[in-house]
């Protein structure tokens, strides 16, 4: 068994674990509850077990580094931090459901990771400048900031939906669909908690990575796409906790912010690489 | 909340604010679609005379975040900043030094969460056990005697009202370390041959040359490969020279530069010469010379009497990794050997054993930097991670006991608090707090 056959693997645990939570929503069936939550967790485990796997071949191979410098490894990173964060909120906030908007993002960039065509699974050693801890640092932070942007992104379509319905129907009676959500406020609280908890990291992750920028070339900050993009997105939640503190934006507003928020993630993420691609060094590494 | 001068509150509106960030988010993209910092007949290539001439004048092009009304923006923005925490921080530091003791009870008695019980003894000692419990489970109280009442009140974390402004700094501070940078320091590059020493480097964009004040030599420059084929490390030896002698030595990689007086030294890049190092030492004399020759050209080591060439070479891209060497000493047959770049071998002639060392010669492409604002900026980020916490984890709490005294000499009590932030977590605290001290 070798890391890229557990993590493929990992893949197909996450779609299963989609079903459950979508069947749970669906189907109200309450004992499917915990198989939901078991199964993640053993697909966790295995995925866990994966990156584990791929660090060691890389010594094995003699050139050992973290499994966190090119695109595949960061996409299965980020699916592996939204599971933690997801795991955390349903741990924390004694909800089930929200892991039917929150894990198919997760299945999404495993199914990325593994099928798309041009991203190399293979390990390949690290060039020059890409041998820093600080690398490492900046990749973790951003991409845990990432993995609850997306979280924030799923509670906020959960939002919507729930808030359509209910202003449609007037009513929230248990027996329709998505009388099993939580209610609309404890959502709308959710959100912003997962929000604030990614403005934190995204705040360290671009801070580390003008250290590393620093350390390889002295110079923090270049304004090249892919740091102005970061930015862009900093400020968008940026705009999005100070609407809601100092003008008491909440519900639908924070709900569209979360997701136009983790549209822009997405951009700085995938967009800049392949859509702006050629203007700057080290997108396709990073 | 006296001045209701408009054009004050127009710069201490967060309304400002939502619109600054907002206009500099969708401007900021413009320049990551234009590319910046290109030459202006590429722009005319690319998007023709007109389009070319606009982006010009609206200082999209060539360098949009150095241009004056984005600046501004960002100007703006510390502007807004600076006036809004003016404005309200006077009011949360009287927050924080307010005298909780001087609580009226009909606030006390408002707010929630609270709690009230009685107990059989008199006020005094009452609120004397109260004061000491409250020190054991963590909260230092303090407490004042009022008419026929005792008043307790403490609190956690008054000063974590301040992680916002402390955000809010360091965002100011980050500014200044980028103006710092941007006046006092120097950014540029120098291509440095190995054996050779610069005293200057060269600006980027104007290429001006800037002294350094001192010299700086590359003793030797490496590369190395991965079995694939992929470049593993760049590595420059490098020597800092004043005044001819030797202060500093270090051997750079990337991620791992040089600093002296200042002055920054990366790898960033290099150049590969068609040209050998050699040195020859000779082991009975002691006598060594390192000699710059060129591929199949013939040069000689006068102080070891020698006369020598690469006369073959094999290279993998542009690094040369073996090479034959051509040595005569005039007495007898020449030596015809290979050697590893970088690698020595000894040579036996009739009266002299020397060894040589051969490596192809590089010139080692140095990015030189000199931002005296960085630390400032680095103070600025450990400030806005500090104030995140402070501002998004932690909360200000506080507690009133308000003993009376009962007609019967009995005392009742009302226990009551709130938090600023985190009001579900600060029920939790309170309902254990209560429940621990109606116990004992
Ligand atoms: C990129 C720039 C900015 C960042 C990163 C930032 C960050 C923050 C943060 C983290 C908070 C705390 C929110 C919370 O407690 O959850 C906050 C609150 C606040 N910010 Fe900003 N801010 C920025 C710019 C501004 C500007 C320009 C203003 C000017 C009006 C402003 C006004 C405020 C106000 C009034 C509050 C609420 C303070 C309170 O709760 O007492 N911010 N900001």
Redesign the interface.
């Known amino acids: 068994m070798n890391s890229s056959q557990l993590i493929g693997i990992t893949t197909f645990t996450y779609l299963f674990s989609t079903i459950l939570y979508a069947a749970l929503f669906i189907f109200k069936t309450r004992r499917l509850g915990p198989v939901a939550t078991i199964f993640t967790i053993i697909a966790f485990m295995i995925q866990t077990a994966g990156i584990g796997l791929r660090w060691l071949e890389s010594y094995q191979m003699g ?1 050992g580094r973290a499994p966190l410098t090119n695109m595949y490894e960061s996409v299965v990173f980020f699916a592996w931090a939204i599971i933690l964060i997801y795991m955390i909120i349903e741990w924390k906030f004694k909800t089930r459901i929200i892991g039917a908007f929150a894990v198919p993002f997760a299945f999404l960039a495993m199914a990325y990771a593994s099928f798309a065509s041009g991203i190399t699974k293979e390990i ?2 690290l ?3 890409l ?2 801890n ?1 690398l490492i640092a900046h990749v973790v932070t951003c991409f845990i900031g990432y993995a609850a942007f997306a979280v924030a992104a799923g509670l906020g379509i959960m939002y919507l939906i729930k808030n359509t319905s209910e202003t449609r129907q007037a009513t929230s009676s248990d027996t329709t669909l998505l009388g099993s959500l939580p209610p609309l406020k404890v959502l709308d609280d959710i959100t912003h908690k997962t929000m ?2 990614g ?2 990291w995204l ?2 992750g671009i ?1 580390t990575g ?3 920028a ?8 270049s ?1 090249d ?1 892919k740091e ?2 970061s ?2 997105t900093w ?2 939640y ?2 999005t906790l ?2 809601r503190y ?2 008491g934006w909440g519900g639908t507003r924070i709900a569209w912010l979360a997701i136009f928020g983790f549209i822009s993630v997405i951009f700085t993420y995938y967009g ?1 690489n392949f859509l ?1 691609a050629g ?1 700057h060094s080290y997108g396709s590494s990073n | 909340m006296k001045n209701r001068n408009p054009i004050w509150d127009f710069f201490a509106s967060v309304k400002l604010a939502l619109f600054t960030l907002f206009f500099l988010s969708t401007t900021s993209i413009i320049g990551t679609i234009i590319p910046q910092k290109e030459t202006a007949q590429r722009y005319i290539e690319r998007y023709g005379e007109a389009t070319a001439n606009l982006f010009q004048i609206l200082s999209i092009t060539p360098n949009m975040y150095g241009s004056a009304w984005f600046l501004s923006l960002l100007g703006l923005l510390c502007l807004n900043l600076i006036v809004c925490s003016l404005d309200r921080f006077p009011g949360v530091w009287r927050q924080i030094k307010t005298d909780n003791l001087n609580t009226p009870l009909s606030r006390l008695e408002k707010m929630d969460p609270q709690c009230r019980w009685q107990l059989d003894n008199p006020p005094e000692s009452t609120a004397s056990a109260l004061k000491i419990f409250l020190k054991t489970s963590g909260w230092k109280a303090e407490e004042r005697k009022l008419d026929n009442a005792y008043l307790l009140f403490a609190q956690k974390g008054a000063m974590t009202r301040t992680g916002v402004y402390i955000v809010h700094t360091s965002i100011l501070v980050i500014f200044a370390g980028a103006i710092i940078g941007s006046i006092l320091g120097f950014k540029g590059s120098v291509m440095l041959p190995e054996t050779k020493a610069t005293d200057k480097a060269y600006a980027f964009g104007t290429n001006s040359p800037i002294n350094l004040g001192f010299e700086v030599r590359c003793n030797r420059f490496n590369v190395e490969f991965y079995d694939n084929g992929m470049p593993k490390s760049y590595r420059s030896q490098l020597t800092i020279l004043e005044n001819g002698k030797v202060v500093k030595e270090k051997a750079i990689v990337v991620n791992d530069p040089l600093s002296y007086k200042g002055f920054t030294f990366y790898q960033s890049s290099f150049e590969a010469y068609q040209d050998f190092l050699i040195t020859i030492t000779n082991k009975n004399t002691g006598l060594s010379e390192t000699v710059i020759t060129s591929y199949k050209q013939q040069s000689s080591s006068e102080k070891n009497g020698l006369r020598f060439g690469i006369i073959n070479a094999e290279a993998r891209g542009q690094s040369v990794s073996r090479m034959k060497v051509w040595l005569t000493d005039d007495k007898g047959e020449p030596s015809l050997f290979w050697l590893d770049d970088g690698e020595q071998a000894t040579v036996e002639r009739a009266q002299n054993n020397f060894t040589v060392s051969a490596k192809q010669m590089y010139a080692t492409g140095l990015q030189v930097a000199k931002d005296p604002g960085v630390w400032t900026v680095y103070t600025g980020c450990g400030l806005m991670i500090l104030g995140l916490v402070v501002a998004f984890f932690m909360s200000h709490q506080r507690i009133w006991l308000y003993i009376r005294e009962e007609t019967d000499g009995k005392s009742s009590i009302l226990m009551t608090g709130n938090a600023n932030k985190n009001k579900a977590g600060f029920e939790k605290t309170f309902q254990t707090l209560t429940q621990t001290i109606k116990k004992t």
Do not use: C, D, E, K
Not at chain 1, 214 to 221: K, L
């Open positions: 050139m390949v050693p060039i020059p400048a041998q820093s600080w604030v908890f403005f934190l705040s360290i801070i003008a250290i590393w620093n350390s390889a070339w002295g110079t923090y900050w304004w796409p102005t993009w930015l862009i400020f968008i940026a705009i100070h609407a100092t003008r800049v702006l203007l």
